[in-house]
């Protein structure tokens, strides 16, 4: 048999991978369309190191006989300050038939911290305060031998945000870099190769900032200032390699710095940029900065610089309007179709020098016109002022949440594309993939993945429009499993697991609600240990090693798990309840009123509760894993002690499993006691599904959930055979539910099952947003249950193929690129015949469990079945 070349990856980094952090990175690969009945039996690794002046060489290869190919160890020694591993992958199948070999990877180191030279350098004179201060320049010319550059490497990360050039052309595609994280605590250094776009000679480098993150408002009821320090700056290092060796270019006390074209730059307000101030060839050599002032060297701690785990934003896809409305001369109001993160790219014709065009976002419009109200305090207006001729523009240093722009000062009429949307999200790659029958299903869940790419912009943020756009803890806790699928998110979120890890380290086990932590106003405090937002310390990396088999990230997350549950278990005490202090419960229920989304109609110690059961059980399995025998034991003891007690305060004896109090008999408060398996036994777990189910009934198939109820009510249902009650529920369009939002026009999931009321006006409540992925989390059990597509093991090295019909729908399907290749499943339903399609990739297996047939396993391959549905 022809066995094809497997496609190779370093750890969860992008290719290239440069200026990595780990000496010995872990390697993985998958084979598609491998040939039925292929079985790796060994695989081949073959590697060049290379120093980092490029001349050392070291080439060597490894075969082992082994089955494994995700995550296998390091083959060679681990590697040197900057220095670069291309590597090639064959595998051999138990024929003894070797596949080519792959195309080459590569991982490069960054540099140690004894190789860093640069120093922080910001503007060298008073730029002002506030909103009105303009965003500085800084420049650097610089010479190169007469000979061909072989490598270049330009490192760079920012107090603020960063946009570099060299000779005129921007680096990269990257933006807002360096990101959000503690910066006194880590701060992102990311590695450009630029070896094409220096020349022998006279060279130049300059570089745009503004306050971002670092300095910038930010935060709740009109923002704070300076949250980590009063100035912005650049450090840079630029390491050009030729025949005569390689010189270092770095930020320091020789650069230029004077005020750009920015006169604003804030990431809630936008930006204005006259381009009447835009000094022309300021980025080239050759430029007169004789006017231009010296530069201030700020203090660094090197220690901090580090290499990012996931993604940059980059622009993944452009809009162009749908609908373009002309209010008045010169005012348009456009419509992209689809509510997203991102900002405009203006073709904008000649006009008078100093011309102003503006343009204001909004996610929805209320009685034809931008409503703004659900901002609060982002503006959200970018300005441009004209030089007088055509020019192309888009903002840098700001990123919007919306569907809606109104362009008001365009010089004549708007002509058909001089303006789209540019897309803005950290770029992960697609996983995942779902389709059924039902346009509206469908609709929901493109609004799932709509909502995860809006708020997955460096950090998993709340919402991506209003003053706020914060990471918090909860819903990124209960929305992983589905991120997870939908995308290669596991950079990405490992990377921000280590701003959680740092607060709690600061806090003293204390996961808070949000991370990176800033002022939170008059209600959100640092020190509040709130369920559901805390437990993302251990449920996240359970959710990301369920998907990956990254057991290191589990060990590398183990600290903040375990001082989280202990965290509780003292708040707890020997009652093992949490059932005193503030607790967010189930937030926005829609019984919760818009003034206080806490008055859930669940008690809020319940969900306190059910949750710390969980997080014990799952830190008491984490500890298995990582062969912690002893505390996986403890754990797995506290989560049974909690388990007793929550039946024993919240369950009554001999009552179906319910409770007399309303607020244990909950649609949220059963499906957290089955999903969580706080129930005794079986039979109590059949009751309260039936319970649930009544429940259901009775609230018209409405939905009577929040953020901690939504993303288990569908398990709990299918999981206690109340299958037809689950889609019910999914597929009611009365509101409260999900296709309900979708008839009055999302585009997105929204915070509130209820943002926009039925007769098309916003609510009133002062926390209002139309892109909220939380409660998006049902795209789990569409893919897990409606197409039946899920891991039966971690990482799916064994994966379950399990469809289960219903709610009318005529066939579904669900794919995903495992770590071992891609994974799909595909049915359909005519009458009572069910045709399930499913294709396993090469090194797993699958568990199938179809309706109406015994279960049974099958290999790798292209596989049909038929079955008859039950009662058929």
Known sequence: MTVPAPHVRIEHHEQPALG???????LSWHLEDAPAGFQQEAYEISW????????????????VDSAEQVLVPWPARPLGSRERAVLAVRVRDAEGAWSGWSEPVVAERGPDLEDWQAQMVGPGYAEGVGLHRRAPLLRHEFELPPLPVQQAR????????????????????????????????????????????????????????????FRGRFGFEGGTWNIYGEHVGLFAQLEVTTEAGTEVITTGPQWRSAPGPLTRASLYDGETYDARLHPAGWSEPGFDDADWHGVEIHELDRAVLSAPDGPPVRCTEELAPVEVTRLREGTYLLDFGQNHSGRLRLQVPAAEPGHEIRVRHAEVLQDGELYTRTLRDAAATDELLSTGEAMRWEPRFTIHGYRFAEVSGWPGELAEGSVVSRVLHSDMQRTGWFRSSDPLLDRLHENVVWSLRSNFVDIPTDCPQRDERLAWTGDIQVFTPTAGFLYDVHGFLADWLRTLSSEQARLGGTAPVYAPWIPGGRFWREDQDIAGWGDAATLTPWALFEDSADAGLLARQYAGAKAWVDKVAAA?????????????GDWLDPSAPPENPLEARTDPHLVATAYFARSAEVLA?????????QEATEYGALAAEIREAYRGRYLAQGVGGTSSDPLHDTQTAHSLAIVFDLLPDAEAEARAGRRLAQLVREGGDTIGTGFAGTPVITEALSRTGQLEAAYALLLSRTSPSWLSTIDLGATTIWERWDSMLPDGTVNPGDMTSFNHYALGSVADWLHRVVAGLAPAEPGYRRIRIAPRPGGGLTSAAARHLTRYGTAEVDWELDGEELTV????????????????????????????????????
């Open 837 to 872: 399609r499913f294709t396993i990739p090469a090194g797993t297996t699958a568990e199938v469990d179809l309706p109406g047939r015994e279960a049974f396993t099958a290999g790798p391959g292209r596989h049909e079945e038929r079955t008859h549905l039950p009662g058929g």
């Open 48 to 63: 060049t190191l290379e120093a980092a002046d490029g001349q050392a060489r070291e080439q060597d290869s490894r075969r």
């Open 154 to 213: 330009l490192r760079v990360t920012a107090h603020g945000l960063a946009e570099v050039e060299l000779n005129g052309d921007r680096v990269g595609r990257e933006e807002l870099l360096p990101g959000w994280t503690p910066y006194h605590e880590r701060l992102r250094v990311h590695t450009f190769d630029v070896t094409a776009q220096l020349r022998p000679g006279r060279n130049a480098i300059g570089a745009w900032l503004a306050d971002g993150w």
């Open 572 to 584: 707890a005490g020997p009652t093992r309840l949490w059932d005193e202090g503030l607790q967010l």
């Open 20 to 26: 990595i952090d780990e000496t010995a990175p872990r």
């Open 621 to 629: 399995r984490t500890a298995q894993i990582l062969g912690r025998d």
